[in-house]
């Protein structure tokens, strides 16, 4: 029996609690086209063995590695006994090998699923989708089993402490830096390993997200490090685009500040993509893609109005823009203007006639378009 919907309509939360408390064995995807990401999860009888998210694909031999319990001449070893035919996983090769040991195994895919999971539980929009049944090699091959009500308390428990975090850290573009003698304390530091990691990284440009995908470690894990070492007295966290904003940015700042609003975008951080967005409108008032992220910004905020005039703008500077004609029409219709949101559908799917690779897009598309016209059809009232 397949299960499916938006996630606006039922929460994360409660599709975990559902597949838990029905004993559940099958596939749960989770995908996001705002943050352009998917994840997926393997439950069997509603406990969690397995999970893998688009965003964060490396494998479990490279974690290994670089968490020093294996060395890369271990890893090459096993992949080696791989190619030459053995079907058994990666992992179970290392411990037959004598690499790890079978705990160490379970607590390093423990700790990857359960990254992965908060991860998904941390979205509130998208649409997910649960097929029963697992392939034999998965439910043969699961290497933990971490219960799904144990995965809801430490979600719950990261919810509020993200409440605290977000004291200092409201978003993920927070530049952290150095405290001047002025605001550091003169108190002795006993710093862990993973401080000193992250104090590494700190160069005064680099955001919060920015130093996560450089040490290739949870979001949550990097704001939780920074917060404590902020509230020590060692260093500082600074807004991003206002630091941008001190500054008149010259082209080249212009084309690096819209990549970062439009990765802080895909990665569901509407706020600093916004203040980013606006960077560059100060700096251009006639950039395009400026005006297509700030509209896709409000378009996911449900704020259609300021959508609407950002998206209009981009379209006025340069009409050939794609995007910006699918979201003006998402936009026009939640404002129950289907005349419109199918005009400028239609726009859409005039233009990309002969753009490749578009396929889904084109069909959600021609749906929306269809249901446009029947609603504005049945709305309209008869002339007397």
Not at 105 to 113: A, D, F, I, K
Not at 185 to 190: A, E, F, I, N, V
Not at 366 to 384: F, G, I, M, S, Y
Request: negative net charge; proline residues 5%; aromatic residues 4%.
């Amino acid at each position: 029996m397949a299960i499916e919907g938006p996630l606006k309509e039922l929460g994360i939360h409660d599709v975990f609690q559902l597949l838990d408390v029905s004993r559940k064995t099958g596939i749960l995807r989770v995908a996001s086209r705002l943050r352009q990401n998917q994840g997926t999860v393997y439950f069997q009888d509603g406990a969690v063995i397995y999970a893998e998210i688009q965003s964060n694909p490396h494998r479990l031999g490279e974690l290994l590695v670089r968490a020093g319990t294996i060395t890369p001449a271990d890893l090459s070893r096993a992949c080696d006994i791989q190619r030459q035919g053995d079907q058994r996983r990666v992992g179970e090769i290392l411990v037959a090998i004598g690499a790890v040991s079978p705990a160490d195994l379970e607590g390093h895919v423990s700790s990857q699923v359960e990254e992965v999971v908060f991860e998904l539980m941390s979205w509130q929009e998208g649409y997910f989708s649960f097929q029963e049944g697992l392939p034999d090699e998965v439910a043969a091959g699961a290497v933990v089993r971490i219960p799904t009500e144990a995965l809801l308390m430490e979600a719950a428990r990261r919810i509020d402490e993200w409440s605290r975090i977000e004291a200092r850290i409201p978003h993920l573009g927070m530049v952290p830096r150095f405290a001047s003698p002025e605001e550091s304390g003169h108190g002795q530091l006993d710093l862990l390993p993973e401080e000193w990691e992250v104090l590494a990284a700190i160069d005064g440009a680099a955001s919060v997200r920015d130093i996560a995908e450089s040490l290739e470690r949870p979001q949550f894990d990097i704001a939780k490090t920074l917060f404590g070492l902020a509230s020590a007295g060692v260093l500082t966290l600074e807004d991003g685009a206002v630091q941008a904003a001190a500054r008149t940015p010259e082209p080249a700042d212009v084309a690096t500040l819209l990549e970062r609003a439009e990765r802080a975008l895909a990665a569901g951080d509407v706020a600093a993509a916004r203040s980013l967005g606006e960077q560059v409108v100060a700096a251009d008032p006639h950039e395009p893609a400026a005006h297509l992220l700030l509209g896709s910004a409000a378009v996911a905020q449900r704020r259609d109005g300021e959508a609407e005039e950002h998206l209009r703008r981009a379209l006025r500077f340069d009409p050939m823009l794609l995007d910006a004609h699918r979201l003006l029409g998402d936009a026009l219709a939640r404002q129950g203007r289907f005349g419109e949101a199918a005009e400028s559908w239609q726009r859409w799917l005039r233009i990309c006639a002969d753009v490749p690779g578009l396929g889904d897009h084109v069909n959600q598309v021609q749906d929306a378009l269809h249901a446009a016209r029947t609603l504005e059809a049945l709305l309209k009232v008869p002339d007397a």
